[in-house]
């Protein structure tokens, strides 16, 4: 009998260790998932949410809402600018290096642990998982600030995290491998992405009313235009950028009260919106009177002709200019012509002028900003970082005026 008894205790015993055991193992499984540190071929994507500012100098990364940022020494705040959506973590590493003349592996250890605190703290994510939470909407939908969707995409990341390693080639979930495991987590990554699939639902239909809008526009056709980005708003209202390209289409329409009053709106739900500030300029000066939109329309056709053709953007601007002296934009792009021509004189110029004529802050910034680089190409350095030092003060030090003034840096000694 004590014999039977024995063996019963022991098999018990037994049974619970291995249930020990087991969970253990698979919470040590699910801590891996979470804390795990990215792959070297991984490709990372900023959140657009994510802001800089500095503080005794250094870098702070921070989002909306977000009581405490994340604060960057020169190194990371360098990997922070490379990480462009299509860098691997290798491939930076690499740059890194080379820069800092460290080994790659070295370089490589630390922009994966770098990765991992971005991806945490939501500033960052792998593609793939930015993809599956669509993160890149987040600044434009209304239903990216539910509050469902905040806490599935920003209280318990880990939820996309394992939905991600659930994820089949054309995107969709596969559901077969999250109920093979008996994880809660699991089971709440499954729940949670049906219920961000249901809320992302109408914008969907916004994105195919906006693309809609946006092929009549570019074939010049006013009227549907309109009333696709007009669904496009209505599908998803606070999203900017139906209301931006509704601002458009209404200032080619010579509506310019209305095309005001959608670039205010672009400006109320996403402030700073791409090229939103120098529109809404342009708008006013046409509701105004100080534009002609002859003169609007040349400039129109010269921005379109200003990558490819400097002599044709120079006509045109000139054009321009005879029919609207003071119109700031048309002596920015007037001057970049020149600058692309080499007539440096010609250049500063017009961007004196475009800087003298009441320039809204978008043209002032990218003004002062060719100045500085047509100084940068000069060699004269002191007058170079003055210029970039306005732009910082006025815009926040973008990254393209930190990348310039680091290639100033670097090539000053050459002049």
Known sequence: ????????????????????????WRRRADLQLERGHPDASAVFVRN?????????????LSLPRQREGLALNPVAARCWELIDSQRSLAS????????????????????????????????????????????????LFAGA????ITELRRGDSLIVHVATE?????????????????????????????????REAPLREAMRAFESGWAHSAAGRLEPAEAAFLEASRLAPGWANPHYQLGYVHLRGRRYEQAVQEFERTEQSSPGYFMVREYLHLARRLAEGRLRFEAFHLFERATTAEPVDPDAVITLCRR?????????????????AYARKRDYENALAELRS??????DNSTLCNALFARGSIFMARGMAEQAVREF????????????????MAHLASSASVH
């Open 48 to 60: 657009p949410d994510a802001s800089t500012s500095h503080d005794s100098g250094e870098l702070v």
């Open 92 to 139: 930076i590493a690499g740059l890194i290096a080379a820069e800092y003349q460290v080994t790659h592996a070295t370089a490589l250890e630390e922009i994966v642990r770098f990765a991992s605190r971005l991806r945490d703290g939501y500033y960052a994510l792998e593609e793939r998982e930015w993809r599956l939470s669509h993160i890149h909407y987040s600044d």
């Open 1 to 24: 009998m004590r014999s039977e008894f024995g063996i019963l205790l022991l098999a018990l015993l037994t049974a619970g260790a291995g249930l020990i055991v087991t969970g253990w």
């Open 389 to 404: 030092e306005m732009v910082i003060e006025l815009n926040g030090s973008p990254i393209a005026t930190r990348s310039a």
């Open 166 to 198: 659930s994820l089949r080639a054309d995107n969709t979930l596969d559901r077969r491998l999250l109920r093979r495991s008996w994880s809660p987590r699991r089971r709440r990554a499954m729940s949670a992405f049906d219920r961000h699939t249901q």
């Open 354 to 359: 475009a800087i003298d004529t009441e320039p």
């Open 145 to 148: 600030r539910d509050p469902g």
């Open 320 to 336: 321009a200019l005879e029919l609207s002296p003071e119109f700031p934009s048309a002596r920015l792009v007037l001057g970049r």
